[in-house]
């Protein structure tokens, strides 16, 4: 954790938001897109402290020349009132106890200029913050403005951005594109806290992938975090925790052994079958989003891959992937999972999995607009291209298609008829070797597939549900909107009533089914899943393990009876405490800690 003593006198806020990646982080906020950048604790070489001050001086000079031209610009614009602030500021940068101060630490501690300013400011700010006076309380404000000041001249352009961190941070955020969720480098981010975003937003979607703790949808906060401030992120309750005191530090780095010492106890699952205790199979297939994330499936007991998002090969990069590149990437899954099955889900942009060059963002509603494979029929080349990559890859292990946003059986056979008769004909004709069997089906996650779904099944080799836009679309609810979260339930009885009819439809068609939304990582959904007749789940990798213990406590029996229940209520809130309840009475164990 570093030494943290600037950071945690400060005065300790709580704030929440919605906990999408679990897990428990400590760290120091890297604040992205503000002026309160993050200062690295670096220090410089025994010998580099003359060089090491001048720099600071000219820093100084610099910040003081600016403070001069803004006090006389006020002073013209607005009068000598409002002139004085820059007055004050000007003789607090000036002051020579502080100026002293911070030569003193790089004279004798080596600290590096950029690191002196800070814990000299963050120091007196602590200490002005303590005095119950309001006239000095609000000085803070203007050692705040200095601090600032100061360190964008001392780092100029090397100022510390997401793209090039050095070490560990924890990284808040207004929002997070996709793209920029897609290339943060894992090493680095030890948690991710956002103000905007909904529970199943690409954010927490990513997140998960990289198995990043993370917080979305706080609301305004990061006005009140500087870079550098310790902070806590618990993405199991959804709190964070901004410069928090040393009782508070200690209380959490208990909680994180005891989640440690839990998941170790979990891992014994691992590579167990997920049977309930009357013995009833559910296979559990993980959801991954890149390549890389085919092995850790694997070794977390993932029995295939049910939902493969593949616009990670579109995000990494500024250009489209080649067809080369999306037959690597294929090709690497399928060889990686041994036979083991593999949906590869064509691309799926547009509403939160936004694509700028796509020009997907300008849509005025873009989650009815141009988006999953709508897009696809619309941009055939991009479309043929990877199915040609899907098609080339599919010898080398057990592939199967799946395309997006299903509204209607012509927009289903469609797609079909381009893989099936174009792109198959095409490879034919060039002598290219690929699997004319192979499985072709659809996400069920658009009412109007769920409704007609007998229909769909003439075509369609396999369904599987997904619950993030199923309840977005039939509850009408944002799925990435913070404003309205309260209101996205997967456990309204409306879902759960399309999931049920998609289960009968299927079973009655003998369509194979399974269910890939994020709702299969939560441990009460699963209960009331498996008991509406769902036998295959595919969940984040980080939750096999904890799917599969859950299963192996319970009885198909019990699930049942939970479902059949829970679907007669009128409320979510009300099937959220008795599924809850329910569990905590079937299988105690589950909840026991460690
Ligand atoms: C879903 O909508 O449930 C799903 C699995 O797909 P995505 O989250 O990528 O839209
Ligand atoms: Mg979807």
Same mark, same amino acid.
């Given at each position: 954790?570093?030494?943290?003593?600037?950071?945690?006198?400060?005065?300790?806020?709580?704030?929440?938001?919605?906990?999408?990646?679990?897990?428990?982080?400590?760290?120091?906020?890297?604040?992205?897109?503000?002026?309160?950048?993050?200062?690295?604790?670096?220090?410089?070489?025994?010998?580099?402290?003359?060089?090491?001050?001048?720099?600071?001086?000219?820093?100084?000079?610099?910040?003081?020349?600016?403070?001069?031209?803004?006090?006389?610009?006020?002073?013209?614009?607005?009068?000598?009132?409002?002139?004085?602030?820059?007055?004050?500021?000007?003789?607090?940068?000036?002051?020579?106890?502080?100026?002293?101060?911070?030569?003193?630490?790089?004279?004798?501690?080596?600290?590096?200029?950029?690191?002196?300013?800070?814990?000299?400011?963050?120091?007196?700010?602590?200490?002005?913050?303590?005095?119950?006076?309001?006239?000095?309380?609000?000085?803070?404000?203007?050692?705040?403005?200095?601090?600032?000041?100061?360190?964008?001249?001392?780092?100029?352009?090397?100022?510390?951005?997401?793209?090039?961190?050095?070490?560990?941070?924890?990284?808040? #955020?207004?929002?997070?594109? +996709?793209? *920029?969720?897609?290339?943060?480098?894992?090493?680095? !981010? $030890?948690? %991710?806290? /956002?103000?905007?975003?909904?529970?199943?937003?690409?954010?927490?979607?990513?997140?998960?992938?990289?198995?990043?703790?993370?917080?979305?949808?706080?609301?305004?906060?990061?006005?009140?975090?500087?870079?550098?401030?310790?902070?806590?992120?618990?993405?199991?309750?959804? #709190?964070?925790?901004?410069? +928090?005191? *040393?009782?508070?530090?200690?209380?959490?780095?208990? !909680? $994180?052994? %005891?989640? /440690?010492?839990?998941?170790?106890?979990?891992?014994?699952?691992?590579?167990?079958?997920?049977?309930?205790?009357?013995?009833?199979?559910?296979?559990?297939?993980?959801?991954?989003?890149?390549?890389?994330?085919?092995?850790?499936?694997?070794?977390?007991?993932?029995?295939?891959?049910?939902?493969?998002?593949?616009?990670?090969?579109?995000?990494?990069?500024?250009?489209?992937?080649?067809?080369?590149?999306?037959?690597?990437?294929?090709?690497?899954?399928?060889?990686?999972?041994?036979?083991?099955?593999?949906?590869?889900?064509?691309?799926?942009?547009?509403?939160?999995?936004?694509?700028?060059?796509?020009?997907?963002?300008?849509?005025?509603?873009?989650?009815?607009?141009?988006?999953?494979?709508?897009?696809?029929?619309?941009?055939?080349?991009?479309?043929?291209?990877?199915?040609?990559?899907?098609?080339?890859?599919?010898?080398?292990?057990?592939?199967?298609?799946?395309?997006?946003?299903?509204?209607?059986?012509?927009?289903?056979?469609?797609?079909?008829?381009?893989?099936?008769?174009?792109?198959?004909?095409?490879?034919?004709?060039?002598?290219?070797?690929?699997?004319?069997?192979?499985?072709?089906?659809?996400?069920?996650?658009?009412?109007?597939?769920?409704?007609?779904?007998?229909?769909?099944?003439?075509?369609?080799?396999?369904?599987?549900?997904?619950?993030?836009?199923?309840?977005?679309?039939?509850?009408?609810?944002?799925?990435?909107?913070?404003?309205?979260?309260?209101?996205?339930?997967?456990?309204?009885?409306?879902?759960?009533?399309?999931?049920?009819?998609?289960?009968?439809?299927?079973?009655?068609?003998?369509?194979?089914?399974?269910?890939?939304?994020?709702?299969?990582?939560?441990?009460?959904?699963?209960?009331?899943?498996?008991?509406?007749?769902?036998?295959?789940?595919?969940?984040?990798?980080?939750?096999?393990?904890?799917?599969?213990?859950?299963?192996?406590?319970?009885?198909?029996?019990?699930?049942?009876?939970?479902?059949?229940?829970?679907?007669?209520?009128?409320?979510?809130?009300?099937?959220?405490?008795?599924?809850?309840?329910?569990?905590?009475?079937?299988?105690?164990?589950?909840?026991?800690?460690?």
């Amino acid at each position: 954790m570093g030494d943290n003593s600037h950071t945690v006198h400060s005065t300790m806020k709580t704030v929440f938001g919605i906990p999408v990646s679990t897990g428990i982080a400590i760290g120091k906020a890297f604040v992205q897109a503000t002026e309160g950048f993050r200062i690295p604790e670096q220090t410089i070489p025994a010998n580099a402290f003359e060089a090491e001050i001048k720099r600071f001086q000219t820093a100084l000079q610099f910040a003081k020349d600016e403070i001069i031209v803004n006090r006389e610009s006020t002073k013209i614009a607005l009068g000598q009132t409002f002139a004085d602030i820059f007055e004050a500021q000007l003789q607090i940068l000036m002051e020579p106890a502080f100026q002293g101060e911070m030569e003193a630490l790089i004279r004798n501690r080596f600290f590096s200029a950029e690191h002196a300013v800070t814990a000299v400011m963050r120091k007196n700010m602590d200490i002005f913050r303590q005095i119950d006076n309001n006239y000095i309380a609000e000085k803070v404000n203007d050692l705040r403005d200095i601090e600032k000041r100061l360190l964008r001249h001392l780092l100029g352009a090397r100022k510390e951005v997401l793209g090039q961190l050095s070490s560990p941070v924890i990284l808040l #955020s207004s929002n997070l594109t +996709p793209s *920029e969720t897609a290339n943060l480098d894992k090493r680095f !981010i $030890q948690a %991710i806290v /956002t103000e905007q975003g909904g529970a199943v937003g690409h954010t927490a979607i990513l997140a998960a992938a990289l198995e990043i703790p993370c917080v979305v949808g706080v609301g305004e906060f990061i006005a009140k975090v500087d870079g550098g401030d310790l902070i806590i992120v618990d993405a199991n309750s959804g #709190s964070v925790v901004i410069c +928090p005191n *040393e009782e508070v530090i200690e209380q959490y780095q208990k !909680i $994180q052994d %005891i989640e /440690t010492s839990r998941i170790e106890c979990l891992d014994s699952y691992r590579q167990l079958p997920a049977v309930t205790t009357d013995g009833t199979m559910i296979a559990i297939h993980a959801n991954i989003e890149f390549p890389n994330e085919a092995e850790n499936a694997i070794q977390r007991g993932a029995e295939g891959i049910g939902l493969f998002r593949t616009e990670f090969l579109y995000l990494i990069q500024d250009k489209d992937p080649t067809e080369d590149e999306h037959f690597e990437a294929y090709k690497s899954v399928a060889e990686t999972m041994q036979g083991r099955p593999v949906t590869i889900r064509t691309f799926d942009f547009g509403d939160d999995k936004a694509l700028d060059r796509l020009g997907t963002i300008r849509e005025h509603n873009p989650a009815l607009g141009m988006r999953g494979v709508r897009l696809a029929l619309k941009r055939w080349s991009l479309f043929r291209c990877q199915l040609r990559a899907i098609l080339r890859a599919s010898i080398y292990g057990d592939l199967h298609v799946m395309f997006p946003m299903i509204s209607t059986v012509k927009e289903f056979r469609q797609a079909k008829r381009m893989a099936v008769q174009e792109v198959m004909d095409e490879l034919r004709e060039a002598g290219i070797p690929f699997n004319p069997d192979i499985q072709i089906g659809m996400m069920v996650e658009v009412p109007s597939a769920v409704v007609m779904l007998d229909r769909f099944s003439e075509d369609a080799d396999f369904y599987s549900i997904g619950t993030n836009d199923l309840t977005q679309y039939t509850l009408a609810v944002d799925r990435g909107n913070s404003g309205v979260n309260h209101l996205f339930n997967v456990d309204d009885p409306a879902v759960l009533r399309m999931i049920w009819h998609t289960v009968r439809v299927a079973g009655r068609r003998d369509i194979p089914l399974s269910l890939c939304g994020q709702v299969g990582s939560n441990i009460f959904n699963i209960v009331t899943l498996i008991g509406l007749g769902i036998r295959t789940i595919s969940c984040a990798p980080s939750s096999i393990a904890r799917m599969k213990q859950i299963c192996r406590h319970i009885s198909l029996d019990d699930c049942k009876m939970i479902a059949r229940n829970a679907i007669r209520m009128s409320e979510a809130k009300n099937i959220q405490d008795y599924v809850k309840n329910s569990l905590q009475k079937v299988a105690p164990v589950l909840f026991e800690p460690g």
